[in-house]
């Protein structure tokens, strides 16, 4: 069984089909590597940027790497309108997990430790400074939230308080359908540490 698990819940802007943000889950060896992925604007151009950063994150040759990910798909998004991004690896049997990101994505740790990861203003494909990766130890039962600006992030860790610990896809659910903003895209990927 593994000690990681994980739900994902993404809709679009209002009134829109499809959405520009996307989240990847890709196992590799013994680790895995999660992504949040906020498409420049809406739309159709905006889907085609995120699935652009989809395909190339589930074939990146350097899994583990978290600064080479961002750099490899800000390359990759050239010819896209562009996306912001955060990455996240994470080792299960270590419990070591290291975050990266550049633009309006987010990503909390709740549990033992509480923390706010920070992401570098930036977007891939147009503008990109060099990542700023962050590592934190992951203790047993902790909680991982990534999000994109669709996703209201001065939301208070008390807010979270009566869900947080339900399973990650009943908790990304959670958190678009009351926290997501009606006038943009909102993704969210959600990920529980068992130890």
Same mark, same amino acid.
């Given at each position: ?30 680790? &895995? ?7 420049? $604007?809406?739309?159709s ?17 350097? !899994? ?8 490899? #798909?800000?390359?990759? #998004?050239? !010819? ?11 080792? !299960?049997?270590?419990g070591v ?8 994505t ?8 509480e ?6 203003? $930036? ?8 990542p &700023?990766?962050q ?24 807010? =979270? ?5 339900a ?25 529980? =540490? #068992?130890?």
């Amino acid at each position: 069984m593994s000690s990681l698990h994980w739900g994902m819940c993404v809709r679009p802007f209002l009134g829109q089909r499809v959405s520009g943000d996307a989240a990847v889950v890709r196992p590799s060896n013994d680790a &895995f590597l999660f992504a949040i992925i906020d498409g420049l $604007g809406h739309g159709s151009p905006a889907h085609e940027a995120a699935l652009h950063a989809k395909r190339f994150l589930l074939d990146h040759d350097r !899994p583990g790497d978290v600064s080479a990910g961002l750099v490899g #798909l800000h390359h990759a #998004l050239k !010819p896209t309108r562009g996306a912001a991004a955060g990455i996240c690896f994470i080792t !299960p049997r270590t419990g070591v997990m290291e975050y990266a990101g550049i633009g309006n994505t987010v990503c909390r740790q709740f549990g033992k430790t509480e923390r706010r990861f920070v992401s570098k203003d $930036g977007t891939l494909g147009q503008l990109m400074p060099h990542p &700023f990766v962050q590592q934190s130890a992951l203790s047993q039962g902790d909680v991982i939230v990534m999000h994109t600006d669709g996703v209201r992030a001065s939301v208070d860790a008390r807010a =979270y308080a009566g869900f947080i610990h339900a399973g990650p896809p009943a908790v990304a659910r959670k958190i678009v359908e009351q926290f997501g903003k009606p006038t943009d895209d909102a993704g969210c990927l959600v990920i529980k =540490y #068992l130890g």
